[in-house]
């Protein structure tokens, strides 16, 4: 068993095969913190692997077919734990991951919200060393709603796939902040089981100097009636390297369907760069598709204006990075205050 390379379709921008060494280290478990207030009522359980049916632990491969991330996790991980919501949440669920030893680290999370609960999360990643393949599913019921907000500021090599399976009226919106300081890969599968379900995903993408920040979206819309909408805004600097892959995949007889992809890049050094990759297979004429990319420097026009309103030059790029992204992360999002100071 190894680890994806470049030949691999969904993986030509960012192969991780260099990590194949890490195959033969430890299997070691991440630092889980789970913080909630006592009146939550949240139930976390830590499964014992030898009572948990076949079928439900196999569940990812029958959805996503010949992932090698995901066999991984599965094959070899020793850390799996449940989050069950089963009442709406006034205040957000705060879960903390992190690594400071070198080995692999392979953690599965299943996080369950109930019929007609709405919840908040929010999840930090933050490793150290090693490294990190984790997977987290969200399995949401009926008319179930789940905001997450998503930290990534992992220091060492560290992929994560998320799988959310989406049940009649449930919506789903993710907004991930990503500040890699090395290799960095989030893959989000996304299946539309029952109708009027929704999913909507935004990530900020900041990528520490010579780190690879590589983001996939996959959006299966096997239900009619539902919608979808993936984007993505990147500030790209010095050798860093941005990845944007998102697919929308509307199967045969699915009716009404809404659905989106949205790349924007901003490179602020000549040695920065942004890989899009927008791809739709639709089978049907009922539905409402788009995309767009948009890669490119600073707006000079707009740089010039500013200086001439007394601004000083790292004021308005400072000013600039920060309407970018405004529309993603607002000032009253969790993630905010995670933001680099100068975007804040």
């Known amino acids: 068993m190894g680890l994806p390379n470049k030949r691999i379709e969904d993986w ?19 630092t889980f913190r789970l913080k909630k207030d006592h009146d939550q009522d949240v139930e976390i359980l830590d499964l014992d692997f030898s009572k948990i049916d076949s079928n439900d632990y196999i569940k990812p491969q029958n959805y996503v077919k010949n992932e090698a991330i995901i066999d991984l996790n599965l ?49 930090i990643n933050a490793g150290l060393k090693g490294f990190i393949n984790q997977l987290v599913e969200f399995n949401l019921h009926k008319n179930a709603k789940l905001i997450v907000n998503r930290v990534n500021f992992s220091e060492t090599d560290f992929i994560e796939t998320n799988i959310s399976y989406l049940k009649k009226g449930s919506c789903l919106n993710i907004t991930n902040l990503s500040i890699p300081k090395n290799a960095s890969r989030y893959q989000g599968y996304n299946f539309f089981e029952e109708e009027e379900a929704i999913y909507d995903f935004k990530t900020v993408s900041i990528p520490k100097p010579n780190s690879n920040d590589d983001i996939i979206t996959k959006n ?25 892959q998102s697919l929308i995949d509307v199967k045969k007889g699915v009716k009404n369907t809404i659905a989106e992809q949205d790349c924007r890049a901003i490179l602020l050094s000549n040695d920065a760069y942004m890989n899009a990759k927008p791809e739709m297979k639709i089978f049907n004429d009922n539905v409402v598709c788009k995309h767009g990319a948009t890669i490119g420097s600073l707006d000079s026009n707009q740089i010039f204006y500013m200086l001439t309103r007394g601004l000083n030059d790292e004021e308005v790029r400072n000013f600039l990075i920060k309407s970018f992204i405004d529309n993603y992360i607002s000032n009253d999002s969790l993630l905010k205050k995670y933001l680099p100071g100068n975007f804040q």
């Open 12 to 30: 030509k921008y960012t192969g991780f095969s260099k990590l194949n060494r890490f195959l033969s280290q430890d299997i070691l478990d991440v």
């Open 75 to 123: 094959a070899l991980s020793s850390q799996f734990k449940v989050i069950d919501i089963k009442n709406s949440q006034k205040k957000p669920i705060v879960i903390f991951l992190d690594t400071t030893e070198e080995g692999m680290f392979l953690p599965r999370i299943y996080i369950n919200v109930f019929e007609g609960v709405s919840a908040e999360i929010l999840i």
């Open 220 to 244: 299966f819309h096997g239900s009619s009636s539902c919608s979808s909408s993936s984007g993505i805004r990147a500030v790209l600097g010095e050798k860093t390297v941005g990845t944007f």
